[in-house]
């Protein structure tokens, strides 16, 4: 695990987690790409989020490489 990962949410991040989980519908699969417009970051730092929120169980993937999709967790 990156030193990064390791820091403490800032509370910037956590707004952004928060923009995240509420934009997303239950049962409906988004790309990262979707999401970027939501944050209005780039892709590398919409991922980033993104892997943190499968990391803490809030998301889940679809384990695609290319294209991967993802929802909220059951």
Do not use: C, H
């Amino acid at each position: 695990m990156k030193k990064s990962d390791e820091k403490k949410a800032t509370k910037k991040r956590q707004e952004q987690y928060e923009k995240i989980l509420t934009f997303m519908q239950p049962d409906v699969w988004y790309k990262a790409s979707d999401l970027m417009n939501v944050l209005g970051v780039k892709e590398t730092r919409t991922k980033e989020l993104l892997r943190a929120l499968i990391a803490d169980e809030k998301l889940v993937d679809d384990g695609a490489t290319k294209g991967k999709r993802y929802k909220k967790a059951n």
